[in-house]
């Protein structure tokens, strides 16, 4: 079974920056369209940062020109870098394939909190 582990999150104060991690268990990682999902309250989950295996990315307007997705593919590895952040971009995000794909299992999600 693949497991998705997310890391980088915390708190930052609005306008700051923060990088997220997350490495899948799996060897064909490369083959898969990948992205980050934010959880924002009660909300649901949606896609924040998309990224196809060729490398070309797709942001939602609420966060394009300030979230950027990139992988490593060699390290098995998505980062979301988030800059200028919001208090809106509070939540816990999760990384997993793209839409229209066969999800991994969901890992545990990393938690960013943006507040002063």
């Known amino acids: 079974q693949v497991h998705l582990v997310e890391s980088g999150g915390g708190l930052v104060q609005p306008g700051g920056s923060l990088r997220l991690s997350c490495t899948a268990s799996?060897?064909?990682?490369?083959?898969?369209?990948m992205a980050w999902y934010g959880e924002f309250g009660r909300k649901q989950r949606s896609m924040v940062a998309h990224i196809t295996k060729e490398g070309s990315t797709e942001y939602p307007d609420s966060v394009k020109g300030r979230f950027t997705i990139s992988r490593d593919n060699a390290k098995n590895t998505i980062y979301l870098q988030i800059n200028s952040a919001q208090p809106e971009d509070t939540g816990v995000y999760y990384c997993n394939k793209g839409p229209l794909q066969t999800f991994y299992p969901w890992g545990q999600g990393t938690q960013v909190t943006v507040s002063s």
């Open positions: 799996e060897d064909n990682f490369a083959s898969y369209n």
